[in-house]
């Protein structure tokens, strides 16, 4: 069975610095990649998904994240951090035999200091 | 347009007792799931919706918990005798058409605690 594993829990940066927030996942194939932010009182929403090709995937919101198989890894980033990108980040897989279920980290939340 | 919607927003019951939680996915999607998100957790799959028929319902934790799509749209998730540990954000979601991963698009969920 996949599993995604979301090593920070917590990460404080200053508005305008550089955001990485990491995931790494367990899956025999290729997966399906994504990753959601969830804010107060709202609902998940996506930020970008990876299916195949190119590694890099431009997303919403100015965010992108890299799929590097070797490393198991496909984690996200934003050159510059806006207050407003405060919220609770959620990686997830889902596996091509899976009924379109998705397995979700445990997230990381992001704290922005003006 | 509108998004998914779910009701209550909160739901507080006591031990033992029965509740309904209720999603309304956007209009023309066919495909409907039900995650669980514990405090700290990220969310956890229940059940998956394909029209009326539930396509895979391995999440679903044990025998109290059960779901319905009579219509083919609006969803109800049913936990029977409840137990202070069924206490979570239940999240719904619902997709354009099936046989594809179309992007799931979130309700704001409903936060359930069993005293």
């Known amino acids: 069975a996949q599993s995604v594993t979301q090593p920070d829990i917590h990460i404080t940066v200053s508005e305008g610095a550089s955001l990485e927030l990491r995931c790494n996942y367990s899956y025999g194939a290729t997966p399906y990649l994504f990753w959601y932010v969830q804010s107060p009182g709202q609902g998940l929403q996506l930020l970008l998904k990876y299916f195949s090709g190119d590694t890099l995937v431009q997303g919403i919101k100015g965010f992108e994240a890299e799929f590097k198989r070797s490393q198991s890894s496909f984690n996200l980033r934003k050159p510059s951090v806006h207050w407003s990108d405060a919220a609770e980040y959620f990686c997830?897989?889902?596996?091509?035999?899976?009924?379109?279920?998705?397995?979700f980290g445990k997230g990381t939340l992001l704290t922005v200091n003006p | 347009g509108a998004g998914v919607s779910q009701t209550p927003s909160n739901k507080v019951t006591e031990k033992g007792k029965y509740v309904e939680l209720r999603c309304d996915p956007i209009s023309g999607h066919t495909a409907l799931y039900w995650y669980r998100q514990s405090l700290g957790q990220g969310p956890e799959f229940l059940i998956y919706f394909q029209g009326t028929g539930a396509a895979d319902d391995s999440g679903l934790p044990n025998d109290r918990f059960f779901a319905v799509r009579p219509e083919g749209s609006v969803s109800t998730l049913k936990i029977q005798r409840t137990e202070r540990g069924d206490s979570a954000v239940y999240l719904c979601?619902?997709?354009?058409?099936?046989?594809?991963?179309?992007?799931?698009?979130f309700g704001p969920g409903t936060r359930l605690t069993v005293l």
């Open positions: 979601a619902s997709s354009y058409g099936g046989g594809s991963w179309n992007e799931q698009f």
């Open positions: 997830a897989v889902g596996a091509r035999d899976s009924n379109y279920k998705l397995t």
